[in-house]
């Protein structure tokens, strides 16, 4: 089992930067990829980025040049280091942890409101 963790959310004007934070803990070895993922209400939930063991970076167009993510595979956490921030990145931002055989594991969310 792994236990995700996410911080850093809060509300911000636009134009402005966050950074979240999510640590695992549990049977962390067996993680594969990490990801962030973002949910407003009455949508779907959308990928934001995600991060290889390896350090392979995949993200959304949406936030291409904008959004970084990174990941300390010592530490067991993976970041997401959000600037120029946009009214319409106002979502409910998840972590995602997904193992080598294909379980998924979700954080509780963390809030990021985007002010204009």
């Known amino acids: 089992q792994v236990q995700l963790v996410e911080s850093g959310g809060g509300l911000v004007q636009g134009g402005g930067s966050l950074r979240l934070s999510c640590a695992a803990s549990g049977r962390t070895f067996s993680i594969n990829d990490m990801g962030w993922y973002r949910q407003a209400p009455g949508k779907q939930r959308d990928l934001v980025a995600t991060?290889?063991?390896?350090?392979?970076?995949n993200y959304a167009d949406s936030v291409k040049g904008r959004f970084t993510i990174s990941r300390d595979n010592a530490k067991n956490i993976v970041y997401l280091q959000m600037n120029s921030l946009k009214p319409e990145d106002t979502a409910v931002y998840y972590c995602?942890?997904?193992?080598?055989?294909?379980?998924?594991?979700w954080g509780q969310g963390t809030q990021v409101t985007v002010s204009s």
């Open positions: 991060i290889s063991k390896s350090g392979r970076t």
């Open positions: 995602n942890a997904k193992m080598y055989l294909s379980t998924d594991y």
